[in-house]
Structure formats: C-alpha cells, structure tokens
C-alpha cells in the first residue's frame, strides 16, 4: 500500500477494502512504514463532577495541551448517566468564554466610568470597606442578648461557584457576623 | 457537545461511503445465512440464571467444545463468500480463485476449517495457509468472515433472555475476541464496543482502556486526525494497546460497524505509527472462558 501524505484519508478509501484485508490480516509493522506520519492531536479525557449544586453530576471534561476544548455528561455516572441540567450543559463558558472579563473594572460611586484597576488594590479596598461598614453598623446585644451581627452588609453567592468556594464565603460571611447570607444556586 | 460538532462531510466520511456497495452485499450475505440451517448441534447454552452467573463472573458465554456443523451448508457458505469478495476485490481475484479451488479440490475442508476458526486454533490456521500456499492478508480475512455467520448465530442464541448484560469486560461477552471498534453516541455520549468475529456490542465505560482496564487520564489518551472530529483513536500508553472509535448519531442497532471498521483503515495506520498495537483478530487471547489464563488475567487487572 503506497499512498502520499496529501490525502492519505482520501486515498485510503479509493482502495479502503483492499487495505482493509490487509489491515486484518498482517502484521502491521510493513504497513504503517508505507505510509507517511499523519497529524493528530492529542485529547486527555477526565472525569470530575459539577460544581454547582449537591446532585454531584459526574463530567468528562476534554482538554488539548492544558485548554478545556469540550465539557459533557459522563454517561457512565449512576447519578446522571450523561445528562445536565442547563448550567451544567453552559460550563464550558466558565472555563472558556471571550466576555469573561480577566482584569478587575471599577466603577466608584456617582462615576459613570469604569476604570481597571490591580487585585492589590481592589482586595485591600474590599477589606477596608467591609471593615468600615461591618464596624459601623455592628451590633453586640440586642435585647440583652449577644447577637454580634452586621445588618449593614448582605453576602450572595453566584452561580459558578463551586461547592469548596461556598463553604469558604458561608464561613467568611458568618465569622464577620453576617446574617443576611444568601445563594443564587438555583436553576 | 460544544467544540467537537460532528463533521457530516469529513474526508473520511466520503471514502467509508465508498465502501457502501461491498457493506450492503454482506449484510445481504448475512442476512442469506440466517435462512440456512447453520447448527447440527447448538452450542451449549446454560440456564438463564446460569448465563447471567457467568457473565458476573466476567466468563464469556461460547464454548465451542460439542457444537456441529452441516458440512453442505459451511461449504456453500464459503463459496458464496468467496464469490462476494471476488466482485469486490477484483485485484485479488486469483488468490480468491486459489482458496476457492483449495476448497473445491477438498485440499481444505470446510467443516474442519470452520470449527478450527471457531475454536480459535490460530497455529492450525496458519498451517492451512502454508501448506496451500495462499495470501495471507485475504485468507484471514475470509476466515473471520466465513464464521461470522456462525458465530453471530450463537451471539443471538447464547444472548437470548439477557436484556441487560451484566457486563464489565473490555472483551466480547459471547466469543472472547477484543472490540474491534466502539461506538460513541453522539447525542449521550454512552460508549458502545463491537465485536468483529460475532457482531456482539456490549457499553463499556469511556473513560477506561477495554484491554487492560486502565482508568489513569494521564496515560489513557485520545488520537484526532486533523479535522476529523467525529473519528477517534483511544490509545492506552499502559498496554500500548488502541481502540478506533467513531461518534456518530446513527443509533448502535442500526450502526453498520463493518463499514466503518474497514473503512477507518487510516486510524490503524496512524496507531501504529505511534507505536500501539492491535493484537490479531484471528485469534482470542484466551482459549476458552473456563481457562486459568482468563481468571489470571482478570485477577492481574483487578489488583493492578
């Protein structure tokens, strides 16, 4: 079997049958030294499970040199034997999507601009603000009662986060004495 | 599915196209077969209960030991066989001709030569193949299909009552052979294996090598020709061992995987250019299913 390299997939089929006896029936050294190296990429298959609620969805995410290129159900899961839900089936766009904004944008108050600005500074910002407003509006007792709360500040969880990134914020907002604390983790 | 949309008009596509006439000529063949009484004597076919025992038990269901054939039919059978393949294969008509005159002189016994296939006695094979100094390439190539007939009527015999194979191995429930390729379905992406020699499928879990089990991510891979997207090779760097694969939307009952096991011929090449290998299909790696190799093979993948 002598076939070039340009349209080695086509040529291949022009005698598919008679290549094929050969394919079944020899070994497969002389063959593949016949025909020229053909380019291929390489997939890695993993499974992991959702992130998003307590179903616990089992996935297969593919990846091509370290880049997620696809996210499916695994059909193998006894939980949900290849199917999503619709945020599920979207979380490709977690891990891919060109409108995902990559640098922090700052609008401060009465602005109508957003400015860009470092995690240095947004982070420390944060920080102080909370801390600002969690010390003006902290509440020790109330009717005699220790409450240690904040009315001044609400927490609401997104979405895309994940069942480890929640735990952390439940447990930042509550250490901060936040009473207001909700999650947007419905479908 | 977001990146990997199935290609309906791949190259490759065409040329498995291609072999539409010769695919609908063994189906017919096929489809002949099954109006003649293949089986003097059935193979021996346990309890429901016992079946599914066995298949637990990652024991496959044919043992070939007591079957009989009817020597007329397994004769007309390989001659209209060869018949078939002469119309398609006109460049190898005379090696087809030497088999059928082999066949016709009595130098090869059909029914003899039929159950050593069946029975899997690959040396006495190549013997046959020696001594009557034929093409190797084309006379295991008959030899698979000539059973074929035989072989599937025993799948569909053995496999009767069993709605739900209780089955986990990466090799044919039925006649012990490795997958010869696997079908991912587009829509639930359940993955499909099939048997070349009996035309048995059974699902096994995608994300494991069939041969040796491996379930590592790093060292368990998917090969893509450049854009082919619906056309995948899973190589095991484990076992050295692959496994073609096509993601298609046809439904695995209506999946003419003949075609698309011959016409995917290139996915062999490129396999074999990296260095995995197929082991030979004219042979089980295992003789029977009662053997110590199976259970040492079993316990050897389990503990690994």
């Known amino acids: ?187 | 599915m977001n990146n990997q949309r199935i290609n309906s008009s791949s190259e490759m596509d065409g040329n498995i196209d291609k072999l539409n006439p010769f695919a609908s000529d063994l189906k017919e063949f096929f489809e002949s077969c099954k109006t003649l009484p293949l089986f003097k004597k059935l193979p021996l076919r346990d309890e429901l209960e016992v079946r599914k025992q066995r298949l637990s038990g990652g024991r496959y269901l044919f043992r070939p030991c007591g079957i009989g054939l009817h020597p007329n039919e397994s004769n007309k059978i390989a001659l209209e066989l060869l018949e078939l393949l002469k119309k398609h294969l006109c460049d190898r008509k005379d090696e087809l001709s030497a088999i059928a005159d082999a066949m016709i002189q009595e130098k090869i016994i059909a029914n003899d030569f039929l159950l050593q296939i069946i029975k899997n006695e690959g040396n006495q094979i190549r013997k046959v193949i020696r001594d009557n100094n034929l093409a190797e390439d084309i006379f295991t190539f008959f030899a698979i299909y000539f059973a074929r007939p035989f072989r599937q009527f025993a799948s569909e015999y053995l496999l009767e009552g069993l709605d739900k194979l209780n089955w986990f191995s990466g090799y044919c429930p039925v006649c012990g052979h490795w997958p010869g390729l696997g079908h991912i379905n587009s829509e639930g992406g359940q993955r499909t294996l099939w048997c070349l020699s009996c035309n048995s499928k059974w699902n096994f879990k995608r994300t494991q090598c069939a041969f040796c089990l491996n379930e590592d991510h790093q060292t368990l891979q998917i090969l893509n020709p450049e854009n082919e997207e619906s056309y995948r090779i899973q190589i095991c760097k484990k076992c050295k061992r692959y496994l073609k694969e096509v993601r298609s939307i046809i439904e695995v009952k209506n999946f003419p995987f003949d075609k698309y096991y011959l016409g995917t011929l290139p996915l062999d090449v490129i396999a074999e250019q990296k260095g995995y290998f197929q082991e030979s299909m004219l042979t089980v790696r295992y003789e029977n299913s009662e053997g110590n190799e199976l259970l040492m093979y079993r316990q050897k993948v389990e503990f690994d």
């Not at chain 1, 009662?145 to 439940?170: F, H, W």
């Open chain 1, 1 to 187: 079997m002598k076939i070039s390299r340009r349209g080695f997939l086509g040529a291949a089929g022009a005698s598919t049958l008679g290549g094929a006896i050969t394919l079944i029936g020899l070994p497969k050294t002389a063959k593949a030294a016949s025909v020229p190296e053909i380019k291929t990429v390489e997939t890695t298959e993993s499974t992991t499970i959702c992130p998003y609620c307590g179903v616990g969805c089992g996935l297969i995410v593919s990846t091509r040199e370290g880049k997620v290129i696809n996210i499916e159900g695994d059909p193998d899961h006894p939980i949900n034997e290849g199917s999503l839900c619709s945020k599920g089936m979207a979380l490709f766009q977690v891990a891919v999507n060109e409108r995902r904004l990559q640098k922090v944008k700052y609008r401060a108050p009465g602005s109508s601009e957003w400015e860009e600005k470092s995690w240095d500074w947004t982070l420390s910002e944060i920080a102080k603000r909370v801390k600002k407003t969690r010390d003006a509006t902290f509440l020790k007792k109330e009717d005699d009662k220790i409450v240690n709360r904040t009315n001044g500040i609400a927490c609401m969880g997104g979405a895309s986060l994940d069942n480890e990134e929640c735990y952390l914020l439940s447990k930042f907002a509550r250490s901060v004495g936040i009473t207001y604390l909700e999650h947007q983790a419905r479908i």
